[in-house]
């Protein structure tokens, strides 16, 4: 599967951004989803994950209640709505699949395919 981010930008803080990385090949549906991103400087880190049906999702507590991943299979897209934005949410954002029956996971080595990133920039 190949992955293309996009919807990234220049936000001030408070403000809101959606991220989307829209997937080519077969069988997007079955693959787990996650978002990443690294800031400079820094290591790459969890975002947020969701399971092949969109049922299950998972957050890095730096996000959770600001910011909320979701997928439509008929678009072959996962999105990242990044709302309360603040500073230190400046990064750049990749997302990333797992194979096909993984479950969610934090680790970025359990991701196998990765998008090119999308640079997100929080002023204050």
């Known amino acids: 599967v190949q992955l293309q981010a996009s919807g990234g930008g220049l936000a001030q803080a408070g403000g809101s951004l959606r991220l989307s990385c829209a997937a080519s090949?077969?069988?997007?549906?079955?693959?787990?989803m996650g978002w990443f991103r690294q800031a400079p400087g820094k290591e790459r880190e969890f975002v947020a994950a969701i399971s092949k049906n969109g049922y299950s999702t998972y957050y890095a507590d730096s996000v959770k209640g600001r910011f909320t991943i979701s997928r439509d299979n008929a678009k072959n897209t996962v999105y990242l709505q990044m709302n309360s934005l603040k500073p230190e949410d400046t990064a750049v954002y990749y997302c990333a699949a797992r194979p096909p029956g993984a479950l969610l996971s934090r680790a970025g080595n359990d991701y196998a395919y990765w998008g090119q990133g999308t640079q997100v920039t929080v002023s204050r």
């Open positions: 090949g077969r069988s997007f549906s079955s693959y787990t």
